[in-house]
């Protein structure tokens, strides 16, 4: 289990994390969701006691990581691909960090296995594709067979087959009991994923629920419906207590009830439809319209160009 | 009725004892420093250069200059040619105890090593003793290498050095010693800056360019400067006999070079531990 509270980071006069508080309960996936920029990463190396927050504090499984006896043994995680020396083999690199909790190097070849790269786990890591880079962090984060998992952005640069990969295992962490807590700037991504979601945004949190809750409060979907006789069955369906606005032309745009009950209730009524469509804003559109106000840097949207 | 809710969770003390895990201890961490040198190519490279240049070089100017030395006209002791090939092999002990901290901020590996070891004094502590260790070791058997070597062309025109002379063997052992203070020199260094060239330029023109420059400055201030420049107070104990008249004594220069290399490791110290990684 991880527990921030007031969680504050700043640079100078910027503020990169601004007083955050979460729980990240084991037993499930929880995804770190934000836009660039927003704090994730900050957030992460302050689990990690690698940055030292300006003030609040985090603990992971009752206590500062930095006060864990043995550290890897009990959170594993996957930082920035990069964090390797290139000129090292896969295998090297996890030998010392083996060697640092007293993890027996046996487990390095159990991990280089479960990632799949025993066949090149003697090769330069600086050799290694953006993919086999993101294996070999995972690889380390898997390391001590921990109790808290945490990866940062561990998608990235991976193929389809890769992501799926990632996707299955943060699942079956989790549910072995594990702690697992995933960031992403990705909200596809993050409903396939995660359980509970945190997202954030310039340094807050925006959002702390489940993904069902999310989506149930923030993909918006209604029915869109057009008749000729548009009056009369927007008359009909408030008349059943039904949310009915009224879009321009002929189109109404109707929430509280499901597409064919609607189509059913207007058929009794004798009235026509010329169509009757299910409309669900994508989770990509919530989150970004969530986080429209925090998003760092916006690109320019050029006038005159039609969208 | 009211229900007590029951606590699903069992709250355990973090910090008890879980059987099969041992808490790892400084050991541990020395030995992932250790293997952390040596599986890059980098150290191997700069641990061959200082051999083959500081046994290699001395071999050679023992040969080349062994005629001179017998000769009437030598105004140099034939002592002080037996490390000779160490003021260059110098180089490499800088190169390596600077890449055994800027290569981990280069690459970022700093934060894995930092997440694995929280105590940053430790990983410190096992860093420069295993910087040291090894650099001593090779230091030393570079000056014997270089010694056996480079003596018996000196001996041939019979201006040999025997081991028992007057400071040769101090000399031997001191090259040791000076290269692995010069290499955590440039490892403190390292950790003011996390920056590779950086490092390397300013060591090496504080021990090579200022070390003999400020020599040049007038009256006593400026020869006091000169003799506690780091690289002229600490090479003295790595030769017999100094060609640079204006040195402090071997043991009381290097105590002041230890003395600087202690300062400027504190300093590296202080913000490995204050800074964010």
New interface residues.
Partial sequence: MIVASGLTKTYGSKTAVDGISFTVEPGRVTGFLGPNGAGKSTTMRMVLGLDRPTAGSVTVNGRRYADSPAPLREVGALLEAKAVHPGRSARNHLRWLAATNGIPVGRVDEVLDLVGLTEVARQRVGKFSLGMGQRLGIAVALLGDPRVVVLDEPVNGLDPEGIRWVRNLARRLAAEGRTVFVSSHLMSEMALTADHLVVIGRGRVLADCSMSDFIAEHAASYVLVRSPQRGEVADVLRRHGLDVAVHEDDELRVQGLDAPSIGELVGKNGLYLHELTLVRSSLEDAFMTLTADSVEYHAATPAGIAR | MTMTPISRTVELD??RN?PG????GFS??L???W??FW????TQWSVATLFVMGAGLTVLVCWAAAGELASETADEAAAAFVTWGLMLAQIAAVVLGAMVVT??YG???I?????????RGAVLAAKALVLTTTLFVVGTATAFAGYFGGNPFLENEGVGVALSDDGVLRAMVGSGLYMAGLGLFAAAVGLLVRHTAAALSIVLGLVFVVGNMVFLLPGAWGEWIGKLMPGNAGSAVSSAASFNPMLLDPWVGYAVFIGEVAVVLLAGYLVLRSR??
């Fill in positions: 973090p910090n879980v895990i041992r808490r790892p541990d961490t030995r992932a420093e293997i952390k599986t890059v190519r980098s290569s981990e690459t970022g590996m934060r894995a090593t930092l997440a694995a070891t929280p105590s964010d990684a």
